[in-house]
């Protein structure tokens, strides 16, 4: 069992920089990711990064990279998603999750991850 705990979002100006937090406790394995989406209002979650766990390995939604900085503490077990240069389209509520099995081809796949946060509210003004 993994149990992951979100922190770090708020109200934000549109060019500003966020950084939220995802704290993961419980085993991961070796083919083992976490991943961050977002869900804004009336629109379904999409994919914004994820990571292996073990290697680090990183990967990005195309609207997000280059903005977007997904990184781990690995003496915190803490994964990290930088957002910079945010824009109003990037309100939302911020999930942490993990996988037990993460690979390219299943990062941005809901159904990929087993374990999920409660989520963080991140308000972008305009």
């Known amino acids: 069992q993994v149990q992951l705990v979100e922190s770090g979002g708020g109200l934000v100006q549109a060019g500003g920089s966020l950084r939220v937090s995802c704290a993961v406790s419980?085993?991961?394995?070796?083919?083992?990711?976490v991943g961050w989406f977002r869900q804004a209002p009336g629109k379904e979650r999409e994919n914004v990064a994820a990571l292996r766990w073990i290697g680090g390995h990183t990967y990005y939604g195309n609207s997000m990279k280059g903005r977007f900085t997904i990184s781990k503490d690995n003496a915190k077990n803490t994964v990290y998603l930088q957002m910079n240069s945010l824009r109003p389209e990037d309100t939302g509520v911020y999930y942490c999750?993990?996988?037990?099995?993460?690979?390219?081809?299943?990062?941005?796949?809901?159904?990929?991850?087993?374990?999920w946060g409660q989520g963080t509210q991140v308000i972008v003004s305009s």
């Open positions: 999750a993990a996988a037990d099995y993460l690979s390219g081809s299943s990062y941005n796949t809901l159904g990929a991850y087993d374990y």
């Open positions: 419980g085993r991961m394995f070796s083919n083992s990711g």
